[in-house]
């Protein structure tokens, strides 16, 4: 097993801190007892419950009574979705975009499916939302607006707020995946516009399978998950009580090192961005260079797969990540990457770094090290570089 690889894949997950297995282990063990049990022994458990609450709530300044906790971002994305649609019957429209996770993009395709419509705005070049765009969708039978606060795959940044009021001036409810922005981006609910905000433990250094879904006091709210009156009968369910404890110490300490940890990370994350700018050519940043998290880097090598360079980092013990997934035998781009109207030439050569407060500079350094070799060699094997016409003209054939 692969134990000591330089890891920079952590928009994909992250490394649980040693601080929160410390945490969660007695819940493991000694405190097993059930959180709404009347005895003393399952009290205790309970009380753990609601500080692990506060401490998330504290994080997000909202108050404990809106932190509802769930199996992680997907539920939070798929309760939020559906709530909003059950709590206004009436009303039978989305706003999402073309760059959303998965977990709202299959929600919202499958309601489509069920005769509601949906609005999928588009990104610049730079991954950026045409705010005009967005207010042309606005309808008074807009149920919800379901933007995500941060991109995954290029790390770009929504004006989520200025979102947040035109959303509110036709009534709908204002839902966000904050799953990226969590811990990178201070949040402050109690001077937002944001009405649903849904948050991931495996993405902040706790483990996978826990997350949290805020609702603003005064919002309707209908359970995805029905069963017994846990969680004030907003979520169903013994609660993941380990994975709770391990969210709240999680959140304590995002809230703890956010400035010092994301000004390391941008300057860490800068620095590999720009020296290999300056020592491999023909390569770009993808998205906006400023309004981005200050962990990710998204990166397009032209003339080449992407996949070919993870494979090479791989050898080196580098874990990076591309945007394609393999589907049905064919490396399909990026959703995301599509959506910014990337050209061939980069779109498949693609890859993400995404740094987190683990990072050291010694890693940074042998990524830079190892780098411009990668790409030369590949480079070198690259059809493109024998016959260019001949695969530009495969590729657009492949895009059609
Ligand atoms: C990881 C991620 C999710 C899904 O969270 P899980 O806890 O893995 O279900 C949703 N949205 C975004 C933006 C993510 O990065």
Redesign the pocket.
Known sequence: MLKNCIYLDS?ATTKVDPEVVEAMLPYLTDYYGNPSSMHTFGGQVGKAVKQAREKVAALLESEESEIIFTS????G?NAAIRSALLAQPNKRHIVTTQVE?P??LSVCKQLESQGYSVTYLSVNRQGQLDLDELEASLTGNTALVTI?YA??ETGVVFPIEQIGLRSKECGALFHV?A??AVGKIPLNMKTSTIDML?L????IHAP?GI?ALYLRRGVRFRPLILGGSQQRGRRGGTENVSGIIALGKAAELERLHIQEATAREKQLRDRLEQTLMATIPECEINGHPTQRLPNTANIGFKYIEGEAILLSLNQHGICASSGSACTSGSLEPSHVLRSMGLPYTILHGSIRFSLSRFTTEAEIDRVLEVMPGIVERLRALSPFKNDQAGWLQQQALAHR
């Open positions: 928009n992680g971002g997907t539920e994305d996770h977990a709202v995500m991109n995954n995946d799953v990226q849904t991931s433990g495996h993405k996978k997350g």
